[in-house]
């Protein structure tokens, strides 16, 4: 069975920083781009960052851009997404992604794979 499973939410106040993690199992993502997405109450699901393959190409959200850092380690089959300086509008279920293809997009229609999320909450 294939699962992504997500790590590392929590609450954590404006300001503060959090390292979410995403371990993949029963098959490898090594050669698929991987991303983070987010969706808040009441709002549509949101890209936040993505990575190639190698690693090389790395892409954010405006909105995160300079705050959060998407790294990978495909030797562990696993994602990581560092959120620094974190707003309360960071506040969401954070979700990661495996894309069909090997590099980074910001396209929700080419991930087919996600795991069930982890909540961040940013007290203000």
């Known amino acids: 069975q294939v699962e992504l499973v997500e790590s590392g939410g929590g609450l954590v106040q404006a300001g503060g920083s959090l390292r979410l993690s995403c371990a993949a199992s029963?098959?490898?993502?090594?050669?698929?781009?991987m991303g983070w997405f987010r969706q808040a109450p009441g709002k549509e699901r949101e890209f936040v960052a993505s990575?190639?393959?190698?690693?090389?190409?790395?892409y954010y959200a405006d909105s995160v851009k300079g705050r959060f850092t998407i790294s990978r380690d495909n030797a562990k089959n696993t994602v990581y997404l560092q959120m620094n300086s974190v707003k309360p509008e960071d506040t969401a279920v954070y979700y990661c992604?495996?894309?069909?293809?090997?590099?980074?997009?910001?396209?929700?229609?080419?991930?087919?794979?996600w795991g069930q999320g982890t909540q961040v909450t940013v007290s203000s």
């Open positions: 990575i190639s393959w190698s690693g090389d190409n790395r």
């Open positions: 029963g098959r490898t993502f090594s050669r698929n781009a």
């Open positions: 992604e495996a894309a069909l293809g090997a590099l980074a997009t910001s396209v929700g229609e080419d991930y087919f794979y």
